[in-house]
């Protein structure tokens, strides 16, 4: 072991999600925070995703943490290097740096009931103990290549979206994109700029509403900086706007034909071409895949050098992408905008609880968490974006934040009373899920398309069926009554409070 005894918290991951964890729990006077990273440096998905055009299609006022506002955004969705700037901005002001060890891969987690502590095992170091553990790795930290046979045989150049390649350069080069999701329709509009030509492989195509990025002018940023609450107002309007935009993504309702209808508009106001809208319009309710927020987007496919394929992919070629038609499209270089791995069903390492069991058997038939964070049989151990915290209409970090704010509470509870540890009770797990699971019949998402919120069998781990206030509002308070508080007396051991 590398420490003498446990630490008191061991959160795996410094994307938002840890970073954040760290700095709350510090705040709330839990100082013994250890954040492992398994790469050289912070800000997870912004770090990982360097793409050219890649940006956050929410507003930034709304991307960002309520308790470090920033008056500097430059435009209302900033681009990745200015997100990341923000998350180590926001690490270094509240001294979480000196707590994140880099090069720490986790490859499993497992407890021990004795002791009620949390050991966690390395790639390369010697393991760690913890009386508590914030699984912070993020659903979207593993790059998946589409299952296309023959991806392997390709000679050229195949760049995946979140692993992008800085030094190849695309001027002159023949292009293929795979994909045409939320990556792809910010990654296509740069390359159509440098290469000579873009081919881009669409299997669905998606809803695309119009993004309007404004620069905030220095008067907007001296407001914000100099006026009491004016940021905090900004906020509120866009967050108020998001939730009024859940009525029409989250379920299917009239306004959801509304969103339809704007989304039409902006596809015949971009495209002249009859054959390019149709082959361009979705057949599935807007909501049941992602939304995707580009003005960029059409008018780039529509570019001398772009060209929109809707064949189906045979296969991947040493020399290019052939479609079931029989046509070989040769080109230099493969961008896979083709998504990432999420656990739905498993999870990224081993996770082993009480009495031996693995959550990755017990989330074989689709991942369950009591409130997206906490799993019975698996005492002290919470997740952040866990399963059914997926926002649709909102921004990420308003669900994030009341995760953190939760686990902070019961880490804090624990730590404070000197317990051993909590364990959400499984009937109250089972309850959530079975009421998670039937409104999540009633959403677009479990409308009938298929999605990466999705498994094969359409059981929906990912989502959060409702308004992203109900979901701050859910995670508001630990209701003990919910949890066994496990103690170390002899007398009290497992005992059910
Ligand atoms: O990935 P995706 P993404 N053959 O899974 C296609 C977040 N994000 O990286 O729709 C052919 O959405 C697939 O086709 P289909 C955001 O949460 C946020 O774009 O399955 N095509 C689809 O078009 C988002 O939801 C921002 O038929 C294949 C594409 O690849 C998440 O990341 C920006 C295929 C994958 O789309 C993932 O987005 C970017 C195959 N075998 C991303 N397999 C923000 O701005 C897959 N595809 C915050």
């Given at each position: 072991?590398?420490?003498?005894?446990?630490?008191?918290?061991?959160?795996?991951?410094?994307?938002?999600?840890?970073?954040?964890?760290?700095?709350?729990?510090?705040?709330?006077?839990?100082?013994?925070?250890?954040?492992?990273?398994?790469?050289?440096?912070?800000?997870?998905?912004?770090?990982?995703?360097t793409y050219p055009g890649?940006?956050?299609?929410?507003?930034?006022?709304?991307?960002?943490?309520?308790?470090?506002?920033?008056?500097?955004?430059?435009?209302?969705?900033?681009?990745?290097?200015?997100?990341?700037?923000?998350?180590?901005?926001?690490?270094?002001?509240?001294?979480?740096?000196?707590?994140?060890?880099?090069?720490?891969?986790?490859?499993?987690?497992?407890?021990?009931?004795?002791?009620?502590?949390?050991?966690?095992?390395?790639?390369?170091?010697?393991?760690?103990?913890?009386?508590?553990?914030?699984?912070?790795?993020?659903?979207?930290?593993?790059p998946?290549l589409p299952?296309i046979?023959g991806v392997a045989d390709f000679a050229g150049t195949a760049i995946h979206s979140a692993a992008w390649d800085h030094d190849y350069d695309f001027t002159g080069k023949k292009v293929a994109v795979i994909g045409t999701?939320?990556s792809a329709?910010?990654i296509v509009p740069e390359l159509v700029k440098r290469a000579a030509s873009v081919k881009v492989f669409q299997?669905?195509?998606?809803?695309?509403?119009?993004?309007?990025?404004?620069?905030?002018?220095?008067?907007?940023?001296?407001?914000?900086?100099?006026?009491?609450?004016?940021?905090?107002?900004?906020?509120?309007?866009?967050?108020?706007?998001?939730?009024?935009?859940?009525?029409?993504?989250?379920?299917?309702?009239?306004?959801?034909?509304?969103?339809?209808?704007?989304?039409?508009?902006?596809?015949?106001?971009?495209?002249?071409?009859?054959?390019?809208?149709?082959?361009?319009?979705?057949?599935?309710?807007?909501?049941?895949?992602?939304?995707?927020?580009?003005?960029?987007?059409?008018?780039a496919l529509?570019a001398k050098n772009a060209k929109l394929v809707?064949w189906?992919i045979a296969r991947i070629a040493p020399k290019g992408v052939r479609t079931?038609?029989?046509i070989e499209h040769q080109v230099d270089c493969i961008v896979y905008a083709t998504?990432?791995?999420?656990?739905?069903?498993?999870?990224?390492?081993?996770?082993?609880?009480?009495?031996?069991?693995?959550?990755?058997?017990?989330?074989?038939?689709?991942?369950?968490?009591?409130?997206?964070?906490?799993?019975?049989?698996?005492?002290?151990?919470?997740?952040?974006?866990?399963?059914?915290?997926?926002?649709?209409?909102?921004?990420?970090?308003?669900?994030?934040?009341?995760?953190?704010?939760?686990?902070?509470?019961?880490?804090?509870?624990?730590?404070?009373?000197?317990?051993?540890?909590?364990?959400?009770?499984?009937?109250?797990?089972?309850?959530?899920?079975?009421?998670?699971?039937?409104?999540?019949?009633?959403?677009?998402?479990?409308?009938?398309?298929?999605?990466?919120?999705?498994?094969?069998?359409?059981?929906?781990?990912?989502?959060?069926?409702?308004?992203?206030?109900?979901?701050?509002?859910?995670?508001?308070?630990?209701?003990?009554?919910?949890?066994?508080?496990?103690?170390?007396?002899?007398?009290?051991?497992?005992?059910?409070?």
């Amino acid at each position: 072991m590398s420490t003498d005894g446990p630490l008191a918290v061991a959160v795996i991951g410094a994307g938002f999600a840890g970073i954040g964890a760290a700095i709350r729990l510090r705040q709330a006077g839990v100082e013994d925070v250890t954040v492992f990273e398994r790469d050289t440096r912070i800000g997870g998905t912004w770090r990982d995703n360097t793409y050219p055009g890649a940006a956050c299609d929410i507003p930034s006022q709304l991307y960002s943490y309520s308790f470090a506002r920033n008056p500097e955004w430059s435009q209302t969705y900033s681009g990745s290097a200015e997100i990341l700037d923000y998350i180590d901005k926001v690490a270094a002001d509240h001294g979480v740096i000196d707590r994140i060890e880099f090069g720490r891969t986790v490859t499993g987690l497992t407890y021990d009931v004795p002791t009620g502590e949390w050991t966690l095992t390395f790639a390369e170091q010697e393991p760690v103990r913890a009386r508590s553990v914030i699984v912070a790795s993020g659903p979207l930290s593993t790059p998946a290549l589409p299952d296309i046979p023959g991806v392997a045989d390709f000679a050229g150049t195949a760049i995946h979206s979140a692993a992008w390649d800085h030094d190849y350069d695309f001027t002159g080069k023949k292009v293929a994109v795979i994909g045409t999701g939320a990556s792809a329709v910010q990654i296509v509009p740069e390359l159509v700029k440098r290469a000579a030509s873009v081919k881009v492989f669409q299997r669905t195509p998606g809803w695309v509403l119009p993004r309007v990025n404004l620069e905030t002018g220095e008067f907007a940023k001296g407001v914000y900086r100099r006026v009491p609450g004016a940021q905090r107002l900004a906020r509120a309007l866009w967050y108020g706007g998001h939730e009024t935009m859940a009525l029409g993504v989250v379920w299917d309702t009239p306004l959801t034909r509304v969103v339809e209808a704007i989304a039409r508009l902006h596809l015949r106001l971009q495209v002249r071409d009859p054959w390019l809208r149709r082959q361009l319009t979705p057949d599935f309710s807007a909501g049941c895949k992602r939304l995707l927020m580009t003005s960029d987007y059409y008018p780039a496919l529509q570019a001398k050098n772009a060209k929109l394929v809707t064949w189906p992919i045979a296969r991947i070629a040493p020399k290019g992408v052939r479609t079931v038609e029989g046509i070989e499209h040769q080109v230099d270089c493969i961008v896979y905008a083709t998504g990432f791995a999420v656990a739905k069903q498993g999870t990224p390492y081993p996770v082993t609880g009480v009495d031996g069991r693995v959550l990755a058997d017990e989330w074989s038939g689709g991942a369950q968490a009591y409130r997206s964070v906490a799993v019975s049989g698996y005492p002290n151990l919470y997740f952040t974006f866990g399963p059914n915290s997926g926002p649709g209409h909102n921004s990420a970090l308003v669900y994030l934040e009341a995760q953190i704010e939760f686990i902070t509470e019961a880490i804090g509870m624990v730590e404070r009373g000197g317990w051993k540890a909590l364990d959400v009770r499984r009937e109250a797990q089972e309850a959530f899920n079975a009421d998670i699971q039937k409104r999540l019949r009633r959403t677009t998402w479990n409308s009938g398309c298929q999605s990466w919120y999705l498994t094969s069998d359409g059981y929906n781990a990912t989502m959060f069926p409702g308004f992203a206030t109900q979901f701050v509002n859910q995670m508001r308070r630990v209701d003990l009554r919910d949890f066994r508080i496990l103690v170390d007396e002899p007398a009290l051991s497992a005992a059910t409070v």
